[in-house]
């Protein structure tokens, strides 16, 4: 799971960025441990068939945010490797990034959308307005899952299939979340709780492994064998705390 590619690095506290040299870099990791890059969708649907290569991944951008066209796309490209892309379809075009730091980058513009479309990344849904799902009405989550499916298509030409919950952590989906999903016709919900999927992961909750600029050589390879799969512990106990609080760990 990444969000901003940028041009150089940035030291960013939310830890939502990476340098395209850095991302190259992560690439090369992937590929030399042998991972088979999927599509997320076909990815979910052969874990659940039971026919996923035994290590398997793919690679998803969230929010947004035009580094995933102006560097992560070509990038992508060289290897032939699939990627989504889940855009928050009210901040399409606006001139800066909602609840990001500005040196992140401004969101995609729809031609840029319609570009990576074209050139083979899939377009998901990461809501209309960026609302924490679980804390609205049933109304609202519908309406949000509605108004950004409905923008995807109509510049796209394609209904998404796949979803991410805004915020992501336990406190942001639900049993009735997950019901608004399947009504709209999403396969495909992720969360960002911390850990690897197997085939009993619900297809509508699956866990995200998080990846930024922090994130040196090696780094990659324990993700993939699970060293980090423990913080999703660690990201449940921070929802059960009375106070607001930040999450600004490297899953």
């Known amino acids: 799971m990444y969000h901003a590619v940028t041009a150089s690095e940035i030291d960013d506290k939310g830890q939502m ?15 030399d441990a042998g991972v088979h890059v999927v599509d997320l969708a076909d990815g979910v649907r052969a874990l659940a068939e039971g026919t996923a290569a035994p290590a398997s991944a793919a690679i998803v951008f969230d929010d947004g945010f035009v580094g995933v066209h102006d560097h992560a796309a070509a990038a992508l490209h060289r290897r032939g490797w699939p990627a989504t892309v889940f855009v928050t379809t009210a901040w399409v075009g606006a ?53 950004s499916t409905v923008r995807i298509a109509d510049h796209v030409g394609v209904r998404p299939r796949t979803f991410a919950y805004p915020f992501g952590a336990f406190d942001s989906f639900d049993g009735g979340t997950r ?29 995200r492994i998080r990846v930024s600029w922090c994130d040196g050589e090696g780094e990659i390879g324990k993700m993939l064998a699970g060293a980090y799969d423990w913080y999703a512990w660690v990201q449940r106990a921070q929802t059960l705390r009375p106070a607001r609080h930040t999450d600004t760990s490297r899953c």
């Open 179 to 207: 019901d608004a999903l399947a009504d709209e016709g999403f396969l495909v919900g992720c969360t960002t709780v911390c850990g690897r999927n197997t085939r009993a992961t619900d297809p509508l909750a699956l866990h």
């Open 17 to 31: 960025s990476v340098s395209i040299a850095r991302f190259e870099r992560q690439l090369s990791e992937l590929a």
């Open 95 to 147: 001139p800066e990034m909602p609840l990001a730091e500005p040196p992140l980058g401004r969101p995609l513009t729809w031609r840029e959308i319609e570009a990576l479309h074209l050139a083979g990344v899939s377009i998901g849904s990461h809501t209309h307005t960026h609302l924490r799902l679980s804390q609205q009405s049933d109304v609202r989550v519908h309406k949000e899952l509605h108004e």
